[in-house]
Nanobody
Framework: QVQLVESGGGLVRPGGSLRLSCVASGFAFSNSIMSWYRQAPGKGRELIGSSAGPDESALEENFRKGRFTISRDNSENTMYLQMNDLQPEDTAIYYC????????WGQGTQVTVSS
């Protein structure tokens, strides 16, 4: 069955970095558009960006300030989200998603930015 497993979240101090991973199984990952989303406390889920291939990713406008990077390794069925210079407002649950008519969400990984 389709599975998406996120990992790499945790507690980090302001200015720190994290790399989140999303390991996929049960579908043709290399042919799939994959996305990262986040949901901050008390807010709706927002799209961070998407990847259609190893060199094909796009970030939403709010995330195009050089702190976030999406990448993927099709040989490992894994998508990554590199986050640098994290700030308290980046505190959220981060989700990966398989887009498309048979879309699917991962369970999410918590990122907390606090001193």
């Amino acid at each position: 069955q389709v599975q998406l497993v996120e990992s790499g979240g945790g507690l980090v101090r302001p200015g720190g970095s994290l790399r989140l991973s999303c390991v996929a199984s049960g579908f043709a990952f290399s042919n799939s558009i994959m996305s990262w989303y986040r949901q901050a406390p008390g807010k709706g889920r927002e799209l961070i960006g998407s990847s259609a291939g190893p060199d094909e990713s796009a970030l939403e406008e709010n995330f195009r300030k050089g702190r976030f990077t999406i990448s993927r390794d099709n040989s490992e069925n894994t998508m990554y989200l590199q986050m640098n210079d994290l700030q308290p407002e980046d505190t959220a649950i981060y989700y990966c998603r398989k887009e498309g008519s048979q879309g699917f969400w991962g369970q999410g990984t918590q990122v907390t930015v606090s001193s």
